[in-house]
């Protein structure tokens, strides 16, 4: 029993050890959001505003979103998806226009630039994510 006491009483210490340093580090970067259009700081009133739909193909090369223009300066990542599935990602800084203009599919991966479209049969959700330093709460 004694020997099950000394390892509960050190086990709880490293624990609080490994705790309290977790609880000193920092943490940088900006603000980072998701969610529906009524919970985003940025996102009040982001929408799809069009396809880039080849009606000869069925193929999709791009997407356009309008969203607050308050958020310039941030980041807006798309993912697009087949029920569940990711089959083509889009990255832009957001400008003070309020619209990504036509922003290219890629393959998916961080900072691919290869255009990439998609079949609009296998496009079944779109997500947007904001992130970045800007939290204008918009209209």
């Not at 505003?49 to 000869?56: I, R």
């Not at 922003?103 to 997500?127: F, K, S």
Request: contains cysteine.
């Amino acid at each position: 029993m004694k020997r099950f006491l000394i390892a509960l009483i050190a086990g709880t210490a490293v624990f609080a050890v490994a705790f309290a340093a977790a609880a000193t580090l920092s943490v940088n970067g900006g603000t980072i959001q998701a969610g529906s259009d009524d919970s985003v700081v940025c996102t009040n009133s982001a929408n799809v505003d069009g396809w880039g739909l080849e009606t000869d193909t069925g193929l999709v090369g791009y997407v356009r979103l309008l969203y607050y223009p308050g958020c310039a300066g941030n980041d807006m990542f798309v993912t697009i998806t087949h029920n569940g599935t990711p089959v083509a990602d889009a990255k832009t800084t957001l400008d003070n226009t309020g619209s990504t203009g036509n922003l290219t599919l890629t393959a998916l991966g961080a900072g691919n630039t290869t255009p990439t479209p998609v079949l609009a049969t296998d496009i079944t959700d779109i997500h947007v994510f904001i992130e970045g330093p800007v939290g204008n709460p918009g209209p």
